[in-house]
Every structure is written in structure tokens, then in C-alpha cells.
């Protein structure tokens, strides 16, 4: 059932935002060279590997300079027009093709790195055991400034509590923290890895 709705939300909010992420694309290629979408491999359910999809807010090839992975307050390599998608979370459009795919669902963990998951307790990775989302439990309960620990842990809170009307929940916070301009997925992320 899950899945179904996942399948719902994901097709009509693509056919709703298609303008949108058209106006988007549009003004990432007239800023700067380089792909408009930014594609980097994460860890799904179970540990399996999956390449998300964003549009692209840095300068190509951000990786390999400044903070590499982390992103800093001010960071200079993500480009004026990724700003203003970082802050309505807009760069976010793209995971719908991945919850399509189904690769993501509309509410689950973050999906993080390799290098990441690496470095879990055996606690910290049953929050492989559900399908990573677009947006969740520890997005809507003060991502930015929590620790990566205390995110994990509100996590795994999900996993074990999770149900519907749990989703619908976050689902509409998430949507109240969207139309108010706080976006999820903030540009000034100093304590945790680039999302």
C-alpha cells in the first residue's frame, strides 16, 4: 500500500512540478556550465547502492574541492541560483524519479554514502531496514542543527514506529516548512555530510 501511494504522490507531483523543474533546469544552464542534474551514488534499503538524483547547486566538480563532502556555512561552491533552490528545497525535484524507480519513498531516512554507513553500529543501520525518503522524521524535528548522531537515532525512532498516519504527519510539516521557505536541505549543513 506503501508503495502505491508512493507511486501516486511521486506521478502527480512530477506532472504538477514539471513547469517548475523546467524554469529550474532553465535558469541552472543559463548561470553556469556543466550538467543541470547532479546524480551521486547512496546507500538504499538493506545496504543496497542507488544513484539519487538532484539538480545540480555547486560548481562542477565540488567534490574534489573545499570541504569535499561536508558543506560549510557560506560555502562558496554552490552557485547563486543552487542557493535559491537549497532554500526551497527545489533541488529535491529530481528524487521523485528515483521514488519512481523505486529507489526512494516519499517518507523515509535520508539516504547517505558509502563512507557513512561505514561507520555504523550494528543500532545505527536498522535505519537500512526501511526505504530511504525524500523527506523524514529527523527532516522535519530540526535537521540542521542536530548532530549526525541524534539524526540517526531519530531514525531508527521512525523505523520502529513508523505507519501511516506517521507519513502523513511528517508529509505535512514538511509541505508547512516548504511553503514558509525554511527549506529541508539548507545550505549552512556544518555538522553533517552533503545531502
Given at each position: 500500500?506503501?508503495r502505491?501511494?508512493?507511486?501516486?504522490?511521486?506521478?502527480?507531483?512530477?506532472v504538477?512540478?514539471?513547469p517548475?523543474?523546467a524554469?529550474?533546469?532553465l535558469a541552472?544552464k543559463?548561470?553556469?556550465r556543466?550538467?543541470?542534474?547532479?546524480?551521486?551514488?547512496?546507500?538504499?534499503?538493506?545496504?543496497?547502492?542507488?544513484?539519487l538524483?538532484?539538480?545540480r547547486?555547486?560548481?562542477?566538480?565540488?567534490?574534489?574541492?573545499?570541504?569535499?563532502?561536508?558543506i560549510?556555512?557560506?560555502?562558496?561552491?554552490i552557485?547563486?541560483?543552487?542557493?535559491?533552490l537549497?532554500?526551497?528545497?527545489?533541488?529535491?525535484?529530481p528524487?521523485?524519479?528515483n521514488?519512481?524507480?523505486?529507489?526512494?519513498?516519499?517518507?523515509?531516512?535520508?539516504?547517505t554514502?558509502?563512507?557513512q554507513?561505514?561507520?555504523?553500529t550494528?543500532h545505527?543501520?536498522?535505519r537500512?531496514e526501511?526505504?530511504?525518503?525524500?523527506?523524514?522524521?529527523?527532516?522535519i524535528?530540526g535537521?540542521?542543527?542536530?548532530?549526525?548522531?541524534?539524526?540517526?537515532?531519530?531514525?531508527?525512532?521512525?523505523?520502529d514506529h513508523?505507519?501511516?498516519?506517521?507519513?502523513?504527519?511528517?508529509?505535512?510539516?514538511t509541505v508547512?516548512?516548504?511553503?514558509?521557505?525554511?527549506?529541508?536541505?539548507?545550505?549552512?549543513?556544518t555538522?553533517g555530510?552533503?545531502?
Amino acid at each position: 500500500m506503501n508503495r502505491a501511494l508512493d507511486l501516486l504522490i511521486a506521478g502527480l507531483a512530477l506532472v504538477v512540478a514539471s513547469p517548475l523543474l523546467a524554469i529550474c533546469a532553465l535558469a541552472i544552464k543559463l548561470e553556469s556550465r556543466g550538467p543541470v542534474f547532479y546524480r551521486q551514488l547512496r546507500v538504499g534499503r538493506d545496504g543496497r547502492p542507488f544513484e539519487l538524483w538532484k539538480l545540480r547547486t555547486m560548481v562542477v566538480g565540488a567534490e574534489s574541492q573545499g570541504a569535499g563532502l561536508y558543506i560549510e556555512h557560506r560555502d562558496t561552491r554552490i552557485t547563486r541560483v543552487g542557493r535559491l533552490l537549497r532554500r526551497f528545497s527545489l533541488d529535491e525535484l529530481p528524487n521523485l524519479f528515483n521514488v519512481i524507480a523505486g529507489d526512494l519513498a516519499i517518507v523515509g531516512p535520508r539516504p547517505t554514502v558509502q563512507v557513512q554507513v561505514d561507520r555504523y553500529t550494528d543500532h545505527q543501520r536498522r535505519r537500512l531496514e526501511v526505504r530511504p525518503g525524500i523527506t523524514g522524521w529527523a527532516q522535519i524535528n530540526g535537521r540542521t542543527s542536530l548532530s549526525w548522531p541524534e539524526r540517526i537515532e531519530l531514525d531508527v525512532w521512525y523505523v520502529d514506529h513508523r505507519s501511516l498516519s506517521l507519513d502523513v504527519r511528517i508529509l505535512l510539516r514538511t509541505v508547512r516548512m516548504l511553503v514558509t521557505g525554511h527549506g529541508l536541505y539548507s545550505s549552512d549543513l556544518t555538522q553533517g555530510w552533503k545531502d
